[in-house]
């Protein structure tokens, strides 16, 4: 199953080419995430290009030892930077500042992330919970519920609220994803 997401993924070019410039960015504890992967697959199972509606490229990294606004800002810069004739967008997130403003934006406390994979693991859909990087596919509840397309709501992150609204999204694109 490892070896069909990871040509799944690289069926998208922007993905293939970030990975492929990966240690360029130099990111600590870095990892590509989220919907530039288990969206490429959702395409590529509905007959679409791999990089239909695909709205960003999240790059997570941690870096506990500068936390503000400034420090990831640059990091953003330098993937810009990097990855500038791609002509998508690619947001770089520091996962040890989550807790800094993740409850102005979404609603809910956050308590402070142990690293990347800390992050990932707290996608509001476990299916969903995948990131990748030269070499490594981290999803702590598999890949059977991606490639099946069931949509449930992560006990880590049990925002009824939140998770509705995004699956109903992902349905709405997805006709064929079960929501449980």
Not at 103 to 109: A, I, K
Not at 124 to 147: D, E, H
Request: glycine share 4%; aromatic share 10%.
């Amino acid at each position: 199953m490892q070896d069909h997401f990871l040509a799944a993924i690289l069926a998208n070019h922007s993905n293939r080419v970030i990975l492929d410039r990966w240690n360029a960015l130099a990111l600590p504890d870095a990892w590509l995430v989220a919907g530039c992967l288990f969206q490429t697959v959702w395409n590529l199972q509905a007959g679409r290009a791999p990089e239909a509606d695909i709205k960003d490229y999240d790059l997570f990294y941690f870096d506990a030892n500068d936390l503000s606004e400034a420090a990831e800002r640059n990091v953003q810069a330098r993937v810009d930077d990097a990855l500038a004739d791609l002509g998508v967008k690619i947001e770089a997130s520091n996962q040890a500042r989550v807790h800094l403003w993740y409850e102005s934006y979404f609603g809910h406390p956050c308590e402070a992330l142990r690293s990347t994979c800390d992050g990932i693991d707290r996608f509001l859909i476990p299916a969903t919970c995948v990131g990748v990087r030269p070499g490594s596919i981290y999803a702590p509840n598999g890949l059977a519920m991606l490639r099946e397309g069931v949509l449930t709501m992560n006990p880590l992150t049990p925002h009824r609220n939140l998770f509705e609204r995004k699956a109903a999204s992902y349905q709405a694109r997805w006709p064929w994803l079960r929501i449980e």
